[in-house]
């Protein structure tokens, strides 16, 4: 790996993490409404998949959304500032959290409804192929949301229509308190791609470079007509679920292990260094970076102002038949 390539990929972690972070504390002060679901601890497959893409290619992401986002390119700015509630968020304010969309860098949209994305991704991956633009879609999707029955549809439909659609599922073992184990009786989620003649594979979503190679080699063989893949990234949420969890469904050894021998971002950091590709100064200095990067958007951010009335209710209400036709 290239050092510039290290660096980038160790900022965007960071970015993510950070970003996640101050949400946190924003939440825990009051000043955020809705709910929020950190990815803290998924920080590799957002930026593994992402990385695998092609600018104009397309996602759809989750409830669990701030990474894939941020990863994708999306602004930091636009994205807190429309998580507080300002005009100048990128739905002005109105979306929150759970609504994250920007076509400029292909983000389809995040969804707050389990498996929502399933059938988005494939019907935007049919429009690729209608509209020959050579764009492939990645479909996030949680551990919990391959039993919704949206999961099977698209699978059966994408595979038999050869649709440039990769499913990325983030088995981070738990749905909401759901234990996957609980949840399934097969031991990988990736088997059920045989089912409908696709691809799939299950892989360690804490190894970016990893996940990186994986997805490059499916979006290479959806370029190329080869259809549809299912790639299951095994990782773990270090947050509770969202806002309200007691956690009482896992233990504190297992959040514990996980944290010490298995975080994203001290892997790869620490197989940077240890390849030397990075030195320890400058994989501190990233950090420092970016805690400085993410200040200054929020002091631009919290002066900014909710939105007008007007605004809050234009495109939400339905007007007349007469004002809609006007
Ligand atoms: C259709 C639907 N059912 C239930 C919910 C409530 N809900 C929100 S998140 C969640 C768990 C999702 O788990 P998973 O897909 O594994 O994603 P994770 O939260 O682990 O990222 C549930 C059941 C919902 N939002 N939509
Ligand atoms: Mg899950």
Redesign the pocket.
Known sequence: MRREKARYCLTQMWRIRLFEQKLQSLYQEGKIHGTI?S?VGQEAVAVGVTNALHARDLMTS???NHGHSIAKGMSTYGMLAEILGKKTGLNQGKGGSMHLFDMEIGALGSN?????GFPIATGAALASVMQKTGEVVVCF??????N?GSFHEAANIASIWHLPVIFVV???R???S?D?KKMVNIDKLSKRAESYGMKGVTIDGNDLELVEATLKEAADDARKDLGPMLVEAMTY?QAG??KSDEEVYRSKEEYERWKRENDPIIRFKQKMIDEGHLSIEEVKSIQEEQVLELKTVFAYVKRDKAPSLDVLCANVYAGRVGELID
Do not use: L
């Open positions: 679901h990815c989750t409830h669990r707050g409804i389990v498996g929502g999707a949680g551990d919990g949301a391959v919704q983030e088995n981070n738990y749905a909401m759901s996957i949420r679920h969202s």
